[in-house]
């Protein structure tokens, strides 16, 4: 069964560096999405994308944050100064039309030192 | 706004033991819900889901039924095995005019199933 596949699974960061995760979503979905969830706390909505552009965002998505569908296959989450409080799981998921399941990706850690 | 509230965990049974987890939301209009299942170093995966009130979700004997009146999604399943030891989550996606929205998740519940 096709995947949502997610890189790396652990980012190290010190605080203040820029990072990028990266998500490859199942090949023939349109909708791709970020969440993240800090440890012991809820999985929280970041940000929507489709037809290569921001649909939603969340209050959490901040001027620091971006995303990118680069060429036909990847699509990256870059925090451009992290700080201690990025440090989460971050998760990518996708979906070949809104009115279905999204499926997700293992996720990134991500720590911010 | 649209929230999900979910028992705490974690919850620790013996295998064969009926399992329930207790799952209630707050959403405006009429939202489609999910239980996802995240075993240990994996991903989210979804478990079932529900899309209209008195609807059951069904799978891999996991049960859950969309209670309009009590604002519920509760998880069950009649007889746990270890392999079960997941953390489960509930969640909802807001329906705008029939597509859905971003999913809004509980906390997640642990469970533990001990042999």
């Known amino acids: 069964e096709p995947e949502v596949t997610q890189t790396p699974s652990h980012q190290v960061t010190q605080m203040g560096q820029e990072v990028i995760l990266r998500c490859v979503p199942i090949s023939n979905h349109l909708y791709f999405y970020w969440y993240r969830q800090i440890l012991g706390q809820k999985v929280e909505f970041l940000v929507s994308f489709y037809n290569n552009e921001i649909s939603e965002k969340s209050e959490i998505f901040d001027d620091q944050f971006s995303v990118e569908r680069p060429d036909g296959s990847n699509f990256t989450l870059k925090i451009r100064s992290t700080k201690l409080e990025d440090s989460a799981m971050y998760f990518c998921?996708?979906?070949?039309?809104?009115?279905?399941?999204?499926?997700f990706g293992d996720g990134t850690r991500l720590s911010i030192l | 706004g649209d929230s999900v509230t979910q028992m705490e965990g974690p919850v620790t049974l013996s295998e064969e033991a009926f399992l329930t987890i207790n799952c209630t939301y707050t959403?405006?209009?009429?939202?489609?819900l999910f239980w996802y299942v995240q075993y240990p170093g994996e991903g989210l995966q979804l478990l079932l889901k529900a899309t209209k009130a008195d609807d059951k979700g069904s799978n891999k004997g996991f049960e859950a039924t969309y209670r309009k009146e009590t604002t519920s999604f509760h998880l069950e399943k009649g007889s746990v095995q270890v392999s079960d030891s997941a953390v489960y989550f509930c969640a909802l996606s807001p329906n705008y005019g029939g597509s859905q929205g971003n999913l809004i998740f509980g906390k997640g519940t642990k469970l533990s199933v001990k042999p």
């Open positions: 959403a405006t209009g009429y939202p489609s």
């Open positions: 998921a996708s979906v070949q039309r809104d009115n279905q399941p999204q499926h």
